[in-house]
């Protein structure tokens, strides 16, 4: 019996010293587009996919998402997919990982600037999309329309603003040349 319990206390000491969850990176993005509850599935639904990704939640009120990564490799691979998704967030300035700036705007001053590959699933999304670029100086006017991920922005303005406030707003968008 001695030999059993000595055994079962050392196994017990090994796998306690073993850095089991060491590398999970605890990951909490803010400012996500979520207008109604199917963004907030549509978030959960891509990063539920990513592998090494775990314990997905989203709080569509507080328009964020947290989950915990294998590592920061699989935290990158989550934002790539969400971004793939048209979405874009707040990573609190995380260096491991961040939503790559892969827009392609131009910072310049335009008239027209077509943009693509932003979730738009619903009018909520429309107005949430038109609500971010109203502030861009210059704007005058969209084309966008629910379950179209490209619209076209007119007006007198500078382009890699409102692809800024796009972003802002939790819109992962490319420009289209």
Same mark, same amino acid.
């Given at each position: 019996?001695?030999?059993?319990?000595?055994?079962?206390?050392?196994?017990?000491?090994?796998?306690g010293?073993?850095?089991?969850?060491?590398?999970?990176?605890?990951?909490?993005?803010?400012?996500? /587009?979520?207008? =109604?509850?199917g *963004?907030a #599935?549509?978030?959960?639904?891509?990063?539920?996919? %990513?592998? !090494? $990704? @775990? +314990?997905v939640?989203?709080d569509?009120?507080?328009t964020?998402?947290?989950?915990?990564?294998?590592?920061?490799?699989?935290?990158?691979?989550?934002?790539?997919?969400?971004?793939?998704?048209?979405?874009?967030?707040?990573?609190?300035?995380?260096?491991?990982?961040?939503?790559?700036?892969?827009?392609?705007?131009?910072?310049?001053?335009?008239?027209?600037?077509?943009?693509?590959?932003? /979730?738009?699933? =619903?009018?909520? *999304?429309? #107005?949430?999309?038109?609500?971010?670029?109203?502030? %861009?100086? !210059? $704007? @005058? +006017?969209?084309?966008?329309?629910?379950?179209?991920?490209?619209?076209?922005?007119?007006?007198?303005?500078?382009?890699?603003?409102?692809?800024?406030?796009?972003?802002?707003?939790?819109?992962?968008?490319?420009?289209?040349?």
């Amino acid at each position: 019996m001695k030999k059993h319990t000595w055994l079962a206390a050392l196994a017990a000491l090994a796998f306690g010293m073993l850095p089991a969850s060491a590398a999970d990176t605890k990951v909490e993005l803010k400012q996500i /587009h979520m207008c =109604c509850e199917g *963004c907030a #599935k549509e978030v959960a639904k891509i990063l539920g996919k %990513v592998e !090494g $990704v @775990t +314990g997905v939640s989203t709080d569509q009120e507080a328009t964020s998402a947290k989950f915990t990564a294998a590592d920061a490799k699989a935290a990158q691979k989550a934002l790539d997919a969400l971004a793939a998704g048209g979405f874009h967030g707040d990573t609190g300035g995380s260096k491991e990982f961040a939503f790559k700036n892969d827009s392609a705007v131009k910072s310049e001053k335009v008239k027209s600037l077509i943009v693509t590959g932003f /979730h738009n699933s =619903c009018g909520g *999304c429309v #107005k949430s999309f038109r609500d971010a670029i109203k502030d %861009v100086k !210059g $704007v @005058t +006017g969209d084309n966008a329309k629910a379950k179209v991920s490209t619209a076209e922005v007119t007006g007198d303005f500078e382009a890699a603003e409102l692809v800024k406030a796009l972003e802002k707003a939790g819109f992962h968008v490319k420009v289209k040349e």
